[in-house]
């Protein structure tokens, strides 16, 4: 999308405030709907959907009716505010030519009150022919959820987060000026891309200059893992410059040898097809020189002192957490082991209690076995002895507990009946046998009369 900067003068406060709104809006919503933004804004004469209707004839935000109508912000409107914003703060008065343009950024020129010219990049993430952010770069971390405009700002801040800590240790980069949103601004870097120069004085020192870069980049504890000509600025005087940092990740990354090599394959590639250097261990010897060499001249991952500084830990970068992974895995091992022991000091006691308790059951088997002997033998005995009652009391002693039976059944009916003659008369039920008997159809009367009735029955 084009960034005609001349529509901001069209602009006015109110135009910005529903602007703004439409951003607060998109903190949870995809497309926000129109009663939210009215509300957001608050305007004090209204006219909030009149405001919306010229910020889309600019192309400052998207209208979308399929579910509900709302609106989201467009990069172009997401531009506006980032400007807008850092031309209050005085960083700028003007924006000027545009300079490049990236898989993931614009880069355009500005100017400040005193003719001084920086640069500034609006990082633009979402395009079609890098969409592959999710997987490539670290911005979500923990998140799950995500817009372009989102993963946009954060790659802006990490970049000038980035950019400050390298300038501060005296790296050859930009000067990080400010940041807001996805907007970043630099110092402008006078030179070209080292993919643009056809030929060097000296390459040998630009590219030990290059080689130097990159392993002191890691002895901080950085990998650049996109250090190729397109990033490396190099001026007249043969100077190098290096820009593109979002994608920095840690030493301590799972795959920062393999980035490492990338970057130090890159270079060596480049200068070997475009200036037709000559490496000695790019040749094939059957001597075996090959690797003698190669481990002699060429940067190895493992060879580098990674004690020169944190800057990892500083910035949080990609791959690295803020308890080292090594004490981690120890303190992790060292909680398993107690676990484990206290495991198997637990399953020891629980095998011991078992024990107890199957044998504590088959004594209380065993007894009950010799109980139920004893009344067998004792009812045997007597019936051998002759000791028995008369039949008269054997009839009676039955009828006695017939009877008891009889009794507890009844108990329980009548329990049953009374609970629910009870539970009806609490749910309101109405006694619909004398329907036109009785006025009050329902009522307590009514319903007390039945359950008293109900409980005189029984």
């Known amino acids: 999308m084009k960034l005609d900067v001349n529509v901001l003068r069209y602009l006015s406060k109110d135009d910005f405030r529903v602007l703004t709104a439409v951003e607060m809006g998109m903190r949870n919503h995809e497309i926000v709907p129109c009663e939210l933004i009215d509300r957001i804004a ?3 004469h209204g006219g909030t959907y009149k405001v919306l209707k010229n910020l889309l004839k600019h192309k400052l935000v998207h209208h979308d009716a399929s579910k509900y109508d709302g609106f989201r912000l467009t990069y172009l409107g997401y531009d506006f505010l980032a400007i807008k914003t850092l031309v209050n703060r005085g960083v700028f008065n003007g924006v000027g030519r545009q300079l490049g343009v990236g898989k993931e950024s614009d880069i355009f020129e500005v100017i400040k009150e005193d003719g001084t010219v920086l640069a500034m990049k609006l990082h633009r993430l979402g395009r079609v022919s890098f969409r ?4 490539k770069r670290d911005y979500l971390r923990h998140r799950s959820s995500y817009n372009w405009l989102y993963l946009s700002r954060l790659a802006a801040l990490k970049e000038f987060a980035f950019m400050k800590a390298l300038e501060e240790h005296r790296f050859p980069v930009p000067q990080a000026v400010d940041c807001n949103r996805h907007c970043v601004i630099m110092s402008l870097v006078p030179g070209y891309p080292l993919v643009q120069v056809k030929e060097l004085q000296n390459p040998d020192v630009v590219f030990e200059t290059i080689l130097g870069a990159v392993t002191r980049l890691a002895e901080h504890g950085l990998i650049h893992c996109d250090f190729n000509e397109f990033n490396i600025m190099i001026d007249d005087d043969e100077k190098v410059t290096i820009i593109d940092f979002p994608q920095m990740v840690s030493v301590s990354h799972p795959n920062a040898q393999m980035y490492f090599d990338r970057d130090v394959e890159c270079i060596y590639k480049f200068f ?3 200036y037709n250097m000559s490496f000695e261990d790019n040749e094939n010897d059957s001597d075996g020189s090959e690797v003698e060499i190669e481990e002699v001249g ?10 020169s500084g944190f800057l990892d830990k500083e910035l949080a970068a990609s791959g690295f ?3 080292d992974q090594q004490e981690l895995e120890k303190l992790i091992e060292g909680e398993l082991s107690d676990s484990d022991d206290e495991g198997t000091s637990d399953e020891d006691d629980a095998e011991d209690i078992n024990d107890t308790n199957v044998k504590q059951l088959e004594s209380l088997h065993l007894e009950k076995e010799d109980d139920n002997r004893q009344v067998v033998d004792e009812h045997d005995d007597n019936h051998q002895v002759g000791d028995t009652d008369d039949p008269e009391d054997e009839d009676e002693d039955e009828g006695e507990e017939a009877e008891s039976e009889d009794d ?3 108990e329980k ?6 609970r629910k003659a009870i539970q009806a008369a609490h749910r309101g039920k109405r006694n619909f046998a004398s329907r036109n008997t009785y006025k009050d159809k329902g009522g307590k009367s009514s319903q007390n009369s039945k359950v008293q009735n109900q409980l005189s029955g029984w």
């Open 42 to 44: 608050r305007l004090k």
């Open 321 to 323: 957490t803020r308890k």
């Open 413 to 418: 009916n009548l329990s049953k009946q009374r």
């Open 408 to 410: 507890a059944e009844l």
């Open 298 to 307: 060429r940067p190895q991952f493992s060879e580098i002192n990674k004690n």
């Open 272 to 274: 070997a097809k475009r």
């Open 132 to 135: 592959a952010v999710k997987a």
